[in-house]
């Protein structure tokens, strides 16, 4: 018997059909994304925040400004990442400087306030003090970084974000490692947890730890903040050498002086170290639960001059070419950034993260190790 043939005509009507079901579900989809767009920009403005519903206005207008001035925190990277902006972007002027340590940031606040900084575009809004932070806000311009990067306007991971205030990023990630000198540190002396360090082969002066107790600050998140009160105290009974800063202690570790830094330096400054290192004496180990915090928080002035092109810059730094290039030199790229340095060394790990929404808490907390340490006095100089 003959297979019957399915008439060409018959085809070409169900063929259309589909096309035109799909045409409408793509416009439906179109729609519906564009009343999402628009409602966001309208609850954005509603709080005072600006909101562009098109990247390509923003690029535009850059580049009609062609010049922008930052402040940032950078060091190693700040040639490399300025010289790829000018290729991505070459009719944008870009000049940056180094804005590093907390106390050049606070006199930059007091040219701010002062009305003295209104050549410049960008600045480092530094959330290690909540004070300076809540003091740097109102001189910023409130545009929605969120929002934007919410809906697919500004490429940007939202963790990057500030969720609170929408208008400051953090394109690094600080996180705790703990440094030893392997010719001082045995490996089976090597601690596997925090509480190893609690040993007694570990007391009267055996290891240094930092005054400052940012780092142990940030394990109050996973464990709670009387657990590490409690932990604070048993590690000043261990009886440490007392340091303030990285560098020097980092150094002593090399010289074989100290064998083995507590909570002071973080991964990118141990690997700096270990760069400088020629004999190869630094190891470090990673603890968990991992320490990490917030780095590099940038913001736009809203005295600038150059508003989009600052908005391709903060895209830009946290885009997987400057991340890159952060990872190169220094090692502090964000966590949130994938196959980053920091995103692959704590892939899998537990980790402690000082968030946005709890990072306004670091200073009580600072203050309440502080004295369950006894106000130590610091023995190691920067």
Not at 226 to 243: F, G, V
Not at 341 to 358: D, H, I, P, Q, Y
Request: with cysteine; glycine share 6%.
């Amino acid at each position: 018997m003959a297979t019957k043939k399915r008439p060409t005509a018959m085809i070409a009507p169900t063929l259309i059909l589909i096309l035109w079901s799909w045409l409408a579900c793509a416009d439906a989809f179109a729609a519906s994304a564009s009343s999402a767009l628009l409602k966001a920009k309208q609850e954005a403005e509603s709080k005072g925040y600006v909101f562009f519903t098109n990247h390509d206005e923003i690029l535009s207008k850059a580049q009609k400004e062609g010049k922008l001035r930052i402040q940032a925190s950078l060091d190693e990277s700040m040639k490399a990442t300025t010289e790829a902006f000018r290729k991505r972007y070459p009719l944008i002027d870009l000049h940056v400087e180094s804005l590093r340590g907390f106390e050049a940031a606070h006199r930059f606040l007091l040219e701010i306030k002062a009305g003295a900084a209104k050549d410049w575009d960008i600045t480092r809004t530094p959330t290690d003090s909540s004070d300076f932070y809540r003091e740097v806000l109102p001189h910023l311009w409130k545009v929605d970084l969120l929002g934007m990067a919410e809906h697919g306007v500004f490429d940007v991971p939202p963790k990057m974000i500030d969720p609170k205030n929408r208008n400051v990023i953090g394109w690094s990630s600080r996180f705790a490692v703990v440094p030893y000198n392997k010719n001082l540190v045995s490996p089976d002396q090597v601690p596997k947890s925090w509480e190893d360090m609690l040993e007694p082969k570990w007391k009267g002066r055996k290891f240094g730890n930092e005054i400052s107790p940012q780092e142990i600050a940030a394990l109050v998140p996973a464990w709670g903040l009387e657990k590490t009160l409690d932990y604070a105290r048993k590690i000043a009974a261990q009886q440490p050498i007392w340091s303030r800063g990285s560098a020097r202690p980092l150094a002593a570790l090399a010289a074989g002086e100290v064998p083995l830094l507590l909570f002071g330096a973080n991964y990118g400054q141990v690997r700096v170290a270990q760069r400088k290192d020629l004999l190869g004496v630094i190891q470090s180990t990673v603890l968990e639960p991992v320490p990490v915090r917030i780095g590099m928080e940038h913001g736009i002035l809203s005295t600038s001059r150059n508003l989009h092109a600052a908005l391709l810059w903060l895209e830009f730094m946290v885009g997987a070419e400057a991340q890159k290039l952060i990872d190169q030199h220094e090692l502090v790229a964000s966590l949130y950034s994938k196959d980053s340095t920091t995103e692959k060394a704590l892939r899998g790990k537990k980790v402690s993260v000082v968030s946005w929404e709890t990072n306004e808490k670091m200073e009580q907390w600072i203050a309440k190790l502080i004295e369950a340490y006894g106000f130590p006095k610091a023995e190691l100089k920067k």
